[in-house]
Nanobody, 119 residues
Framework: VQLVESGGGLVQPGGSLRLSCAAS????????MYWVRQAPGKGLEWVSG????????THGDPVKGRFTISRDNAKNTLYLQMNSLKPDDTALYYC?????????????WGKGTQVTVSS
């Protein structure tokens, strides 16, 4: 299993970024996928999740109305469109999958992509 995030960077408050996560090594279209972030000096915070087919999405309260999770199962890629960014959104953003492997479920993480919101 490999998850590779990209698209992070430095953006001014109010700006936008689109994160991507390229997945391989498992049947991407069979699993919910998630974005999780970790701000400097803080714990992990769940951001968004999306159903296997993409028809159901969920977002944490801090990002509702500003972030949109989506996926392209043909490209094995997960996305996070982030609009109206705030300094509090500064964090390392991880792509996460919970995959059934031999009858047990395991968490798989990418290495993360840094998002910094600052003027």
């Amino acid at each position: 299993v490999q998850l590779v995030e990209s698209g992070g960077g430095l953006v001014q408050p109010g700006g936008s970024l689109r994160l991507s996560c390229a997945a391989s090594g498992f049947t991407f279209s069979s699993y919910w996928m998630y974005w999780v972030r970790q701000a400097p000096g803080k714990g992990l915070e769940w951001v968004s999740g999306i159903h296997e087919g993409g028809g159901t999405t969920t977002h944490g309260d801090p990002v509702k109305g500003r972030f949109t999770i989506s996926r392209d199962n043909a490209k094995n890629t997960l996305y996070l469109q982030m609009n109206s960014l705030k300094p509090d959104d500064t964090a390392l953003y991880y792509c996460k999958a919970i995959i059934n492997n031999g009858g047990a479920y395991f968490n798989y993480w990418g290495k993360g992509t840094q998002v910094t919101v600052s003027s």
